[in-house]
């Protein structure tokens, strides 16, 4: 059963920084493209961040030059450094395989950026 735990949420000021983790368990990232998703109330998952198996990397418009996804194959552990956070970053984030599975959805982190 694969399980997708996100961590590192929490609040910031504008202009600051916080780094997300997912860790995996019954999934290998290394052999699955990865992405970071984020979610506002009322509106659709949206895909922000993604890794390739072989580390190729590719981002939102709104996002690119700001964050960055990474990955630990050691650790099995997906990570999106956020940089310059903006208000309307603020979201729940989760991270899933690209294509997604609706069934691997984890419960997410919490992202709030104040003006």
């Known amino acids: 059963q694969v399980q997708l735990v996100e961590s590192g949420g929490g609040w910031v000021q504008a202009g600051g920084s916080l780094r997300l983790s997912c860790v995996g368990s019954?999934?290998?990232?290394?052999?699955?493209?990865m992405g970071w998703y984020r979610r506002v109330p009322g509106k659709q998952r949206d895909l922000v961040a993604s890794?390739?198996?072989?580390?190729?990397?590719n981002y939102a418009d709104s996002v690119k030059g700001r964050f960055t996804i990474s990955r630990d194959n050691a650790k099995n552990t997906v990570y999106l450094q956020m940089n310059s956070l903006k208000p309307e970053d603020t979201a729940v984030y989760y991270c899933?395989?690209?294509?997604?599975?609706?069934?691997?959805w984890g419960q997410g982190t919490q992202v709030t950026v104040s003006s």
């Open positions: 019954g999934i290998r990232f290394s052999l699955n493209a």
């Open positions: 890794i390739t198996k072989p580390g190729t990397t």
């Open positions: 899933n395989t690209l294509p997604k599975i609706t069934n691997w």
